[in-house]
């Protein structure tokens, strides 16, 4: 199993990026994708997730309203788009897949995810 991200980095504040998630090596029905990031000296967050099944979405509090998670099954991709960036959304952004519960709450979790692609970075500056 691949997951290849794409699409990060250098922004000014305010402006807009689109990230890409592609995935190979096996079908991604029955599963969750997410989005984590990690900004230097701080844990992995959680970012946003959607089922590959349902479309149904699950969002961070700090990027609701501003981020769009959304998948293209025939790409077998999934996207962030990411607008009214701001400096503190600097970080590695890193996508993954994992077999997700009904449970929202859970896909916030990294444990949840069995697979991880190299993260991409996304810099915002002010």
């Known amino acids: 199993v691949q997951l290849q991200a794409s699409g990060g980095g250098l922004v000014q504040a305010g402006g807009s990026l689109r990230l890409s998630c592609t995935a190979s090596?096996?079908?991604?029905?029955?599963?969750?994708m997410g989005w984590f990031r990690q900004a230097p000296g701080k844990e992995r967050e959680f970012v946003a997730a959607?089922?590959?099944?349902?479309?149904?979405?699950y969002y961070a509090d700090s990027v609701k309203g501003r981020f769009t998670i959304s998948r293209d099954n025939a790409k077998n991709s999934v996207n962030l788009q990411m607008n009214s960036l701001k400096p503190e959304d600097t970080a590695v952004y890193y996508c993954?897949?994992?077999?997700?519960?009904?449970?929202?709450?859970?896909?916030?979790?990294?444990?949840?995810?069995?697979?991880w692609g190299q993260g991409t970075q996304v810099t915002v500056s002010s």
């Open positions: 993954a897949a994992g077999a997700v519960s009904p449970i929202l709450s859970s896909w916030a979790m990294p444990g949840t995810y069995a697979y």
């Open positions: 959607i089922s590959w099944s349902t479309g149904s979405t």
């Open positions: 090596g096996r079908t991604f029905s029955h599963y969750g």
